[in-house]
Nanobody, 115 residues
């Protein structure tokens, strides 16, 4: 199993980024997927989730209306569109899924929001 995130970077407040997570080693289309983030000195927190067939999307209150999760099952890729970014969105962003009670994580991609 491998999850590889990309797309992070330095952006000014109010800016946008699009994160990607390419999955391999499992049947991507069969699993719900999530994005989490971890800011310096804080615990990892759930950001957004999407069902296996993209029928259900859910968001943390802190990002609702600003972030959009999506997936492309034929491309085995998960996305997170980040709009109206704020300094408090600065964190390492991870994609994730659960299989038989085990959690799988990518290496993360750094998002820094600063002027």
């Amino acid at each position: 199993v491998q999850l590889v995130e990309s797309g992070g970077g330095l952006v000014q407040p109010g800016g946008s980024l699009r994160l990607s997570c390419v999955a391999s080693g499992f049947v991507f289309r069969s699993y719900a997927m999530n994005w989490y983030r971890q800011a310096p000195g804080k615990e990892r927190e759930w950001v957004a989730g999407i069902s296996s067939d993209d029928g259900v999307r859910d968001y943390a209150d802190s990002v609702k209306g600003r972030f959009t999760i999506s997936r492309d099952n034929p491309k085995n890729t998960l996305y997170l569109q980040l709009n109206s970014l704020r300094p408090e969105d600065t964190a390492v962003y991870y994609c994730n899924f659960y299989q038989r009670g085990a959690a799988y994580w990518g290496q993360g991609t750094q998002v820094t929001v600063s002027s």
